[in-house]
């Protein structure tokens, strides 16, 4: 079958799954979400037990993809996603900003419930 390595392996003790993380340096590609994709299932059928729930993966990337977001497998998936990550500490002013930023959404979303 050959020998296949993820970043990282967790289990969450909480949610009872596996979550693997993937890391990319660079903006990710279709065959990052393929490979993913691949690692979830293996470990669903290699490692997962009985009461387990199925296993999660995360693609931390330094540059994200909306398209890929949109028409690939990470649609509509409840087990796969893409995560932006900074290669830079953001300043205390970016800090703030964002955090008001995430108020505001969460405002907005609370409103439409």
Not at 28 to 52: A, N, P, S
Not at 55 to 64: A, P, W
């Amino acid at each position: 079958m050959g020998d296949f390595y993820i970043d990282l392996v967790f289990y969450n003790y909480i949610l009872k799954c596996f979550l693997l993380v993937d890391l990319k340096t660079e903006q990710i590609t279709h065959q990052d979400v393929g490979q993913m994709d691949m690692y979830l299932r293996m470990y669903d059928e290699l490692k997962r037990t009985e009461g387990d729930n199925p296993t999660i993966g995360l693609i931390l990337c330094s540059q994200t993809s909306q398209d890929m977001a949109r028409y690939s497998i990470l649609k509509d998936n409840d087990r796969m996603f893409q995560a932006k990550y900074l290669t830079y500490l953001p300043t205390t002013e970016e800090l703030i900003n964002e955090i008001e930023r995430q108020k505001m959404v969460f405002r907005l979303q609370q409103e439409n419930i």
